[in-house]
């Protein structure tokens, strides 16, 4: 994914934030790609896998920093909770896990808050995500 750029829609969905437009990106996607486009508000529903953390401590790696890692022990360990049982995670939602609490609220928060929701890219099959449109007014 590394290799992956920004596409006319990501890059669109920017250029409606800078004409103030849109207030806010709400994804499921974790390539961030959003960013890359020069969107600045984008609430990630399931994450971002260009950057981890230990899942004790939240202490946060760049891909760098893990890859780094990884070239001392096959499974990289944080360097600052320094135990054995402080695995470095990549920062993307698993099936079973629960979405970022704050994250979603402020999702929703930006549902509720819209005059407009566009839907772009999805079936809109994956709950609580699914029921954002819902919930704009």
Known sequence: MTDA????????????????????????????LHQAAGSNAVYELHGNCSRASCVKCKQRYTLDEVKSLRQKEFVPYCTTCKSSDNLI?????????????TTMQRAMEEAQNCDLILVVGTSLQV?????????AK
């Open 127 to 135: 709950a609580p995500a699914s029921l954002l449109p819902s919930i």
């Open 5 to 32: 750029k920004p596409n006319a829609g990501h890059l669109a969905i920017r250029e409606l934030e800078s004409l103030g437009k849109v207030r806010a990106v709400i994804t499921q996607n974790i390539d961030n």
């Open 89 to 101: 995670k990549i920062d993307v939602i698993l099936f079973g896990e629960p979405l970022p609490p």
